[in-house]
T-cell receptor
Framework: DTAVSQTPKYLVTQMGNDKSIKCEQN?????MYWYKQDSKKFLKIMFS???????INETVPNRFSPKSPDKAHLNLHINSLELGDSAVYFC???????????????FGPGTRLTVL | TQLLEQSPQFLSIQEGENLTVYCNSS?????LQWYRQEPGEGPVLLVT?????EVKKLKRLTFQFGDARKDSSLHITAAQPGDTGLYLC????????????FGTGTRLKVLA
């Protein structure tokens, strides 16, 4: 009964390959996010989507393309993988209420991407 | 650019000791959150503080939001090995709640 799930958990691939990470949430939230956590544990937002619409694109290279087929899914496709893409990628979701200035984000377990 | 600096970066203490983690910024945030992340998992929200000067308690954890809403602290009383983890503060970026800025993190290890 996982709230936010990601697949795969681990991804090891060669430089130059294209790969995808899938994310699904069953919380009924309207907003989903992708974050990148580097080796120093710094967590940085990449994208946020609200009702399938891209809201935030945090100067991420064009090689990263998120896709939201519906409100419950936000997938991340990465083209031409580079060594520097190695990190843990987290998907998250939240219900954004316009009347409030904050919301609770629920994170998935993460996908550890290693580019060789 | 809004930044959140946490200190200390690493903390290793004995069970039963008290500790405080700080989250500082030169920017004002409308709210600040604290998350805990355990190895191999995603962060989990502990608390949200909204009002300047606000203090919230969660069992042995006490969270405070600075009067000017530029900083926050997390105090743990009588730390236990189960408190071990990465503690992250986060603030909603200027202009909306669709972008959260996370702090640099504090790795806490509590030894039995």
């Amino acid at each position: 009964d996982t709230a936010v799930s990601q697949t795969p958990k681990y991804l090891v691939t060669q430089m130059g390959n294209d790969k995808s990470i899938k994310c699904e949430q069953n919380l009924g939230h309207d907003t989903m996010y992708w974050y990148k956590q580097d080796s120093k544990k710094f967590l940085k937002i990449m994208f946020s989507y609200n009702n399938k619409e891209l809201i935030i694109n945090e100067t991420v290279p064009n090689r990263f393309s998120p896709k939201s087929p519906d409100k419950a899914h936000l997938n991340l496709h990465i083209n031409s993988l580079e060594l520097g893409d190695s990190a843990v990628y987290f998907c998250a979701s939240s219900q954004v209420t316009s009347a409030r200035s904050y919301n609770e984000q629920f994170f998935g377990p993460g996908t550890r991407l290693t580019v060789l | 650019t809004q930044l959140l600096e946490q200190s200390p970066q690493f903390l290793s203490i004995q069970e039963g000791e008290n500790l405080t983690v700080y989250c500082n910024s030169s920017s004002v945030f409308s709210s600040l959150q604290w998350y805990r992340q355990e190895p191999g998992e995603g962060p989990v929200l502990l608390v949200t503080v909204v009002t300047g000067g606000e203090v919230k308690k969660l069992k042995r954890l006490t969270f405070q939001f600075g009067d000017a809403r530029k900083d926050s602290s997390l105090h743990i009383t009588a730390a236990q090995p189960g408190d071990t983890g990465l503690y992250l503060c986060a603030g909603a970026a200027r202009g909306g709640t669709y972008k959260y800025i996370f702090g640099t993190g504090t790795r806490l290890k509590v030894l039995a």
